[in-house]
């Protein structure tokens, strides 16, 4: 069982910056790999970016390519998400996942457990 605990959301304007942090409790957190999605009201789950269990392998949402980096830190049990250049259409909540495996996907399904979210907002 792996509990992920969100944090570091909340109100920015455009242009700005936020780093999102999500900690896994266990030991085994360095043989998941984690992902991070995100659900704007009124609209569906979305990908956003996913990283291999050893860190090494990511992959991003064309959305935040380039914008968003995500990384881990094995030693800490955390997964962080840097979001530069925030427009307001990245206002949403954003989830942390994980998943028994090297590699992460881009589907919901894959992933075996979640956070409980934590909102970001980016006013105009």
């Known amino acids: 069982q792996v509990q992920l605990v969100e944090s570091g959301g909340g109100l920015v304007q455009a242009g700005g910056s936020l780093r999102l942090s999500c900690a896994a409790s266990?030991?085994?957190?360095?043989?998941?790999?984690m992902g991070w999605f995100r659900q704007a009201p009124g609209k569906e789950r979305e990908f956003v970016a996913s990283?291999?269990?050893?860190?090494?392998?990511?992959t991003y949402a064309d959305s935040v390519k380039g914008r968003f980096t995500i990384s881990r830190d094995n030693a800490k049990n955390t997964v962080y998400l840097q979001m530069n250049s925030l427009k307001p259409e990245d206002t949403a909540v954003y989830y942390c996942?994980?998943?028994?495996?090297?590699?992460?996907?881009?589907?919901?399904?894959?992933?075996?457990?979640w956070g409980q979210g934590t909102q970001v907002t980016v006013s105009s």
């Open positions: 996942a994980a998943r028994r495996g090297t590699y992460g996907y881009t589907q919901i399904h894959k992933y075996d457990y």
């Open positions: 266990g030991r085994t957190f360095s043989s998941y790999a």
């Open positions: 990283l291999s269990s050893g860190g090494a392998s990511t």
